[in-house]
């Protein structure tokens, strides 16, 4: 029997004097990432690299709210932090979990940063 080690790594950082933790696993056929100010998972949104994008290197992208709130602003979150790691991990799919006190374009530039310091893909 083979066991396959999953890779994990977490951190966590103070953006605009909140406290935000991220963790990013790697599995198999997607990387999970969560991405919380609150302590708990939040809303699961999936982010699907489309295959029938005709041009290859910039795929589009399909984001999906599985539990949780469906807001507009999710969607564009999930997608703005999502998108480069499906792209660098081989375009697999990636479940998001968001609980975020702050929202701004400034934090989730910081975000996304912090989200690459734990790279497991």
Known sequence: MSTTM???RQTEKEINGVRTQV?????SNYIFIVLTQYGKIGTLVSVTPESKS???SMPMFTTKVLMGKDEPLTHVCAKNLATCVSQEA???PVLLGLALKDSSIEAVKL???LIKSCQVW
Not at 23 to 27: A, K, L, N, S, Y
């Open 6 to 8: 999953i890779k994990t």
């Open 90 to 92: 081989g375009n697999r």
């Open 54 to 56: 005709s041009d290859v």
């Open 23 to 27: 963790i990013c696993t790697e599995f």
């Open 111 to 113: 975000m996304r940063d």
